[in-house]
T-cell receptor, first 113, second 116 residues
């Protein structure tokens, strides 16, 4: 079993839809959770960074963490064609992990006009 | 802020030659830099972690003599692929963090290496 599971999709939605992206994890040592957006042949771009359970909102993006269920989500409101990309969840532990991130497989999202 | 650059963005080399890829943090001091490898439609695989002035820590299965990493300053890390083979063809991405714990990592745009 992988430490981080993410449905690779692909996911196709119409413009304006609410998108829900999810990851589950098995390592209870993970404390920091991130969502990255990666356009084709580009490096990942940090979208959201969270530590505690609960919700964090930034513009059209909301990150949700449920540590008890080992489940994280990213919601995109009013999705736009420019949101079409691969979305990667990533997480890491604290202490001596020295920043080593464990990534999900990535979900390919297409928002069509 | 938090801009990371990589050079070159794309390189083609012949088998047996060496290729150097640079990773620079443009507007912050990168205490820690990470090098990843990504195959098409796959996620990122961490190759090594380097702290400025220290030897890099390689992940299991990554040949340290083949993938030489140098982190000589707080704004520059280099990855040298030595004696490249076609199977080394991949997308190489670096990331940088301003803290030793790597709380937030900012990624470079990646370098596409093709070995013929």
């Amino acid at each position: 079993q992988k430490e981080v599971e993410q449905d690779p999709g692909p996911l196709s939605v119409p413009e304006g839809a609410i998108v829900s992206l999810n990851c589950t994890y098995s390592n209870s040592a993970f404390q920091y959770f991130m969502w990255y957006r990666q356009y084709s042949r580009k490096g990942p771009e940090l979208l959201m960074y969270t530590y505690s359970s609960g919700n964090k909102e930034d513009g059209r993006f909301t990150a949700q963490v449920d540590k008890s269920s080992k489940y994280i989500s990213l919601f995109i409101r009013d999705s736009q064609p420019s949101d079409s990309a691969t979305y990667l969840c990533a997480m890491r532990g604290g202490g001596t992990s020295y920043g080593k991130l464990t990534f999900g497989q990535g979900t390919i999202l297409t928002v069509h006009p | 802020g938090a801009v990371v650059s990589q050079h070159p963005s794309w390189v083609i080399c012949k088998s047996g030659t060496s290729v150097k890829i640079e990773c620079r943090s443009l507007d912050f001091q990168a205490t820690t830099m990470f090098w990843y490898r990504q195959f098409p439609k796959q996620s990122l695989m961490l190759m090594a972690t380097s702290n400025e002035g220290s030897k890099a820590t390689y992940e299991q299965g990554v040949e340290k003599d083949k993938f030489l990493i140098n982190h000589a300053s707080l704004t520059l890390s280099t990855l040298t692929v030595t004696s490249a083979h076609p199977e080394d063809s991949s997308f190489y991405i670096c990331s940088a963090s301003g803290t030793s714990g790597g709380s937030e990592q900012y990624f470079g745009p990646g370098t596409r290496l093709t070995v013929t």
